[in-house]
């Protein structure tokens, strides 16, 4: 009677044991880090669009100029848009601004994160549309110093990437793989790239003047120091266009293929783009005029930078069988991220 007396208390105390250890914070794998650094720029856009700004016409005017220089059946649509929030304007952008908040508190929080990811990519596609002209590349001007091919479009493809689901975990080499499979993950970055270096090569970007006068631009309304930074590389770039533009095509190439090398060339390829995508969100888009006021969101730079951060090689991938040995036991592996999000 003693020894099932004691065996039942060493039971207990197991599972006491077990049930702390399960209550033990885990940090955040690098997965979710970049699922919130995402929640926080969508928080940061919902600041931006509570702006004084965006209450007056100044947000509707914004909206009808994407419309200049689309093919009718993309522009009628904008122009339409345009004309309906400059009607409701309190209304409209009130309910703007909140949709971005939820956005980024639901991906924040864990139990909404899939619903708020889904939610973000519809909002994406159509704000894409709608408050952005499909980020210029139907009328000839869009440039990878302007924020083409949009930055909203890159907001849908870090929630595809970011997606809370390890289908291809054993053998993700990067954390962007873990949802959709390395070849896919490779395929979207080969084209998101590829379309970079496309409108770093097109006429209106290989004007002897064209990116002086585009970074050149951007100096208005900046405070001081950035204004400085702008005006002096445009200085560098004037007359200039036509080489600039072939450098910065060619290292755009080289990043569009470089996830496709041995994983030294791979992780060098991510340092090249996040060194690229910095200075363009410096100095060709002078941190997405944020600091200026009257910006919706702190445009492509910054978000191609935490795009490459997810393409970041994994120090080692598991096997298939060790992967899959956690679920012969019904319990998810330690630190496993899409056992709990």
Do not use: K
């Amino acid at each position: 009677m003693s020894d099932v007396a004691v065996a039942g208390g060493q039971a207990a105390r197991q599972r006491g044991q077990g049930t702390a250890a399960e209550g033990i914070w885990q940090p955040p794998d690098t997965r979710r880090v970049l699922q919130l650094a995402l929640a926080a720029i969508w928080l940061l856009d919902a600041v931006l669009q509570y702006q004084s700004f965006m209450f007056t016409t100044g947000f509707s005017q914004m909206l009808a100029g994407t419309a200049s220089g689309n093919p009718g059946v993309i522009a009628s649509p904008i122009t339409w848009d345009a004309r309906l929030v400059g009607h409701h304007l309190v209304l409209v952008n009130t309910i703007f601004a909140t949709i971005q908040l939820l956005l980024g508190l639901g991906i924040a929080w864990r139990p909404t994160l899939r619903v708020a990811l889904a939610a973000s990519i519809a909002w994406s596609l159509g704000v894409w549309w709608f408050g952005e002209g499909l980020g210029g590349v139907l009328n000839g001007a869009a440039s990878p110093l302007n924020g083409a091919p949009g930055a909203v479009i890159i907001y849908a493809l870090l929630a595809v990437l970011l997606w809370p689901s390890d289908r291809y975990a054993a053998t993700a080499p990067f954390p962007a793989a873990r949802a959709v499979g390395a070849p896919v993950a490779r395929a979207l970055w080969l084209v998101l790239w590829g379309c970079l270096a496309y409108f770093a090569l097109v006429p209106a970007n290989r004007a002897p003047q064209a990116l002086h006068d585009m970074i050149a631009g951007m100096a208005d309304g900046q405070p001081g120091w950035l204004a400085a930074l702008d005006n002096h590389a445009a200085s560098l770039l004037a007359h200039h266009g036509l080489a600039a533009s072939i450098v910065l095509a060619i290292a755009l190439v080289v990043i569009a293929v470089g996830v496709y090398l041995p994983r030294p060339a791979a992780r060098a390829t991510v340092v090249l783009a996040i060194v690229v995508a910095a200075l363009i969100w410096v100095f060709g888009e002078a941190f997405g005029a944020i600091l200026a006021g009257g910006a919706t969101d702190p445009n492509s730079g910054l978000l191609l930078i935490l795009l490459a951060l997810s393409y970041w090689p994994s120090r080692a991938v598991a096997t298939a069988p060790e992967a899959t040995a956690p679920a012969a036991t019904g319990q998810p592996a330690a630190g496993q991220e899409g056992a709990v999000a």
